[in-house]
């Protein structure tokens, strides 16, 4: 090891890894910004907006989440002095630079639509107003977390629309990419309207309920599926056992006899399949159930489920009461990314766009309008900040003088309860899980396409005339 570097074994990760030790979570090209923008003097006040390009070809709408983790990010973003000295040992900082990123502190302001809101292409999730530099260093994490847990909110969703009312726990944690990943994947999935999560830590940070039933290992480790199953229903009576180590069936058949040797003392809850043709096993399953008296006993399937299983299920009449739902749900293995991004829109006062093909940025401080006919939302119309519209403005805001207002503050059963009031808003159609035809309708007002079009044409003619582009007009 280089003696002249930092220790950033196990014990310094979990140390940055801490609430205010995340300043460093950034692309090496913002911090080398940051240093010109402060030599060049240029700390004029900068709008950034964060928005996905267009929707991946299984997603008609978007479950906007993560905007509280940003929020805690931005009041709290420090450089500490370790922080401060890694950075110059990379021999790309000033000194006067690094003095002045120690006292470096958000001051800017934030609108953002409140977490569980359904968000289409296009349409600002978040805008930041705030000296360039301040504004510049969030991009990374900004698009880190909100692009994770909107990806995660919004497969939930689609997962627990799917199950039709019946519970979904989510069972994602081992598979899922890292511990924040697993962490912050449970919270978008109680947002997005899953009804538990086996992940315990998750359960003590955010409140989320817990649940889960038994692994293979408890059956194998016993001398047979009987004592398992009685050894662990007598410990905790209202259980779900898990019937499908040796033969589902016969297994089955195993729980009948616990019940009947148990008798008023048998209290379990479920069994649970996971493997083979789920359809088959739960019609004979709840058979043999209901033959046997006991009715009141469900059946909860799990293994390798996603939305379109679980339709089909269901749509075969499956006897399922509820669904544990892992790696599908937990890594959204059919639209893992979003075309999300970053993108100055103005400085100075001065409205900034991309010319690049395919990569539209719309100038200025904006606001996302809803339109609705009756209880049912019918289009969106991206206008300027400064417009009036008939339709409610989506973006509110959070952030003022790098303070969260107390208006901000998110509750998650809230924020579980509003996502699913919204959705229920959105035409049929964007409900479903196929295409919508048509796509929910998101419009650009008059004002923002004319503003958008002299810039434009202040560009050309500002290329026409030096043989390049200015960054802004």
Not at 59 to 80: K, M, Q, Y
Not at 129 to 144: D, F, R, S
């Amino acid at each position: 090891m280089n003696p002249d570097r930092a220790d950033f074994g196990p014990k310094a990760l979990n140390e940055c890894t801490k609430a205010n030790g995340l300043a460093l979570f950034t692309d090496l090209y913002e911090l080398t910004m940051l240093q010109a923008y402060f030599e060049e003097g240029m700390n004029e006040e900068a709008v950034f907006s964060l928005f996905v390009r267009c929707l991946p070809s299984r997603r008609n709408f978007l479950l906007a989440c993560g905007v509280d983790t940003v929020l805690d990010h931005l009041e709290t973003i420090r450089f500490s002095e370790e922080d401060l000295s890694y950075l110059a040992t990379l021999g790309l900082f000033s000194d006067s630079f690094l003095t002045w990123l120690r006292d470096f502190r958000f001051t800017g302001e934030v609108d953002a639509v409140p977490e569980g809101t359904p968000v289409f292409a296009n349409e600002p999730i978040l805008e930041v107003v705030a000296p360039l530099p301040q504004a510049q260093i969030l991009e990374t994490i900004i698009m880190n977390q909100i692009h994770l847990q909107t990806v995660l909110a919004s497969k939930a969703q689609r997962v627990v629309s799917a199950a039709d009312g019946r519970p979904v726990v989510d069972f994602g944690a081992r598979r899922m990419h890292g511990i924040d990943a697993a962490l912050k994947g449970a919270r978008a999935f109680w947002i997005g309207g899953v009804a538990s999560t086996s992940n315990v830590l998750a359960g003590k940070l955010y409140g989320v309920p817990v649940a889960g039933t038994m692994a293979h290992s408890y059956i194998q480790a016993h001398d047979d599926e009987r004592t398992a199953f009685r050894a662990f229903a007598q410990i905790f009576p209202r259980t779900t056992l898990l019937v499908d180590t040796y033969d589902t069936l016969n297994g089955i058949r195993k729980v009948i006899d616990l019940a009947k040797s148990l008798g008023d003392d048998f209290n379990v809850k479920a069994v649970r399949l996971d493997s083979g043709d789920l359809l088959a096993l739960a019609r004979e399953t709840r058979r043999l159930l209901d033959d046997a008296g006991l009715e009141n006993i469900e059946i909860f399937a799990s293994g390798g489920l996603d939305e379109d299983a679980i339709a089909a299920l269901l749509s075969s009449g499956a006897p399922i009461d509820g669904f544990g739902v892992g790696t599908s749900m937990g890594v959204s293995s059919d639209a893992p990314d979003l075309d999300i991004v970053y993108k100055l829109c103005q400085y100075a006062g001065k409205g900034c766009l991309k010319l690049s093909t395919g990569k539209p940025v719309l100038p200025g401080r904006k606001q996302v309008f809803r339109m609705a006919e009756g209880e049912s939302d019918v289009r969106d119309v991206i206008g300027c900040a400064d417009e009036h519209s008939v339709g409610r403005p989506l973006l509110v805001p959070m952030i003022r003088e790098g303070k969260r207002l107390p208006s901000a503050a998110v509750d998650l059963s809230a924020a579980r309860t509003y996502a699913r009031e919204q959705v229920a808003r959105l035409p049929e159609r964007v409900r479903k899980m196929a295409a919508a035809d048509p796509p929910y309708p998101v419009e650009v007002s008059k004002q923002l396409s004319d503003l958008q079009k002299r810039i434009i044409k202040d560009l050309a003619d500002q290329a026409g005339g030096s043989g390049s582009h200015n960054r802004n007009v």
